[in-house]
């Protein structure tokens, strides 16, 4: 993987802002130091939830309008980078967990839609990987990628349809942030650096899956 400015930029953010969220931001009064991994579990929602399977129900609800191969690439690269992202936040969520709700899994309806989510990618990267017609790949994909994204807002909605631990958004409050300021820069920063990073991460891919779908075309 060639590190273009971007990817120069996004690492230096990445970098720069896990610094500071370690060094320079204070322990929560309440958490201690198990709040930090907020600064890495939230961001990587946004990118992998919001970000970049948003980026896959629109570029897969083209594809199936327009039959334009550029899209069904993009959508794919977004779907694997999104995945990875959303791994880390399954991740982090339990390691956050363990020290505040006392284990590290329950099956609190945001966690389980979200490993809901994270299965239903993991079958759409299988799937590619099993169809060789172009054309049948990205069309199944194109679907099953549709109907996972559409599961998103419901994950997002669901601190307000059920009884659930995760707390309500305490950044984007119709009021204030519910942080003090020196944590409300470190997240908003951790934001803009992951979401730099998937930006690289998805251009990368996208230069890959064009030169394999350019090398497959060669042999046929």
Not at 111 to 121: D, H, R
């Amino acid at each position: 993987m060639k590190f273009s400015k971007l990817g120069v930029v996004a690492v230096i953010a990445v970098i720069g802002v896990y610094i500071r969220a370690i060094y320079f931001t204070p322990f929560d009064a309440l958490q201690g130091p198990a709040q930090k991994i907020l600064y890495v579990h939230a961001p990587s929602a946004w990118v992998g939830l919001y970000l970049a399977f948003g980026l896959v129900f629109i570029t897969s609800v083209l594809y199936l309008w327009l039959k334009d191969p550029k899209l069904d690439r993009v959508a794919s690269s977004s779907a694997e980078v999104g995945f990875v992202f959303t791994s880390v936040v399954l991740i982090t969520g339990p390691l956050w967990a363990k020290p505040i709700w006392g284990a590290y899994w329950t099956w609190d309806a945001r966690l389980t839609l979200t490993l809901f989510l994270w299965f239903i990618y993991a079958g759409y990267i299988i799937l590619r990987g099993a169809i060789d017609d172009f054309e049948m790949r990205a069309r199944f994909s194109a679907v099953l990628g549709i109907l996972g994204a559409l599961l998103v807002p419901f994950i997002h909605l669901s601190v307000y349809f059920f009884r659930t631990m995760h707390p309500m958004p305490v950044l984007l409050k119709p009021s204030a942030p519910s942080m003090p300021s020196d944590m409300v820069i470190t997240l908003v920063s951790a934001f803009c650096a992951l979401t730099l990073l998937y930006a690289w991460l998805l251009h990368e891919r996208y230069l890959l899956a064009t030169e394999r779908d350019a090398a497959l075309e060669g042999r046929s």
